[in-house]
Each structure stands twice: as structure tokens, then as C-alpha cells.
């Protein structure tokens, strides 16, 4: 990881543009820290991004199905109707909302 990408600039050029938050969903649970950095980072952009906390095992397991692994925060893009890009680590989903749901975009 460089330093770039500690600094919150991290790059993933892969992540599919969508035109609406409402293709969005973060996959978290409440006491996560990075789940809590990516949440102040919506809060900051004033984003209405649905929420699943993965305790509950029906959000658990369709993190598990589409993603394939459990960790979060993950941000579900729904790139398609009905086709899904699982987009994990916190630096990367910040940047990712600030680069295309940010002041100006
Ligand atoms: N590098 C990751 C770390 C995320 C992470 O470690 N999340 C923990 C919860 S705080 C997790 O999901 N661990 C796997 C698990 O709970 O099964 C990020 O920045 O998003």
C-alpha cells in the first residue's frame, strides 16, 4: 500500500460508475471501525446509501454469495438490474463515493 493510498486516495478503477446512490448498499456492522470511517465519510457527502448490518444472517449470506467474503465494510454497486460489484476495504469505498458521488460530481 503506498502512501497515497493511506492518505484516502486509493485507487480502484475496476468499481462500476452508477448514476444514483440508490444502487448503493454498504454492508457493515455497527461496532466495525472501518465500517465507522466509511459511514463519517457518507455522513460528510450527505449520502442516502442503504444500510445492512451483516449480524443478521439474511445480510450475512448474501455478502457471502455475491461478495465471497465476509469482511466489511462493502459496498454493493448495482452496476446492472439484478448484477451486483462487491467493492471491499474502507479506503477504497471512500474514495470511490468521493470521486463519483463528491462536491461538483
Ligand atoms: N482493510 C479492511 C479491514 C476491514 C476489517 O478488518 N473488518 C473486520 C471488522 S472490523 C472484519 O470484517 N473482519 C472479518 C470478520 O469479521 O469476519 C478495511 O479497511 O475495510
Not at 452496476?79 to 467493492?87: A, D, V
Not at 471491499?88 to 468521493?98: F, G, P, V
Request: aromatic fraction near 12%.
Amino acid at each position: 500500500m503506498s502512501l497515497f493510498d493511506w492518505l484516502g486516495g486509493a485507487e480502484n478503477n475496476e468499481a462500476p460508475v452508477v448514476d444514483s446512490v440508490t444502487k448503493l448498499a454498504l454492508y457493515q456492522k455497527a461496532w466495525c471501525p472501518y465500517c465507522q470511517r466509511v459511514k463519517a465519510a457518507i455522513d460528510e457527502l450527505g449520502l442516502d446509501i442503504a444500510e445492512y448490518d451483516t449480524n443478521a444472517p439474511e445480510h450475512l449470506q448474501a455478502l457471502l454469495a455475491g461478495g465471497g467474503q465476509r469482511m466489511v465494510p462493502c459496498l454493493r454497486i448495482e452496476f446492472e438490474p439484478g448484477r451486483y460489484y462487491w467493492l471491499y476495504e474502507s479506503m477504497d469505498i471512500i474514495a470511490y463515493l468521493r470521486r463519483h458521488f463528491g462536491a461538483g460530481q
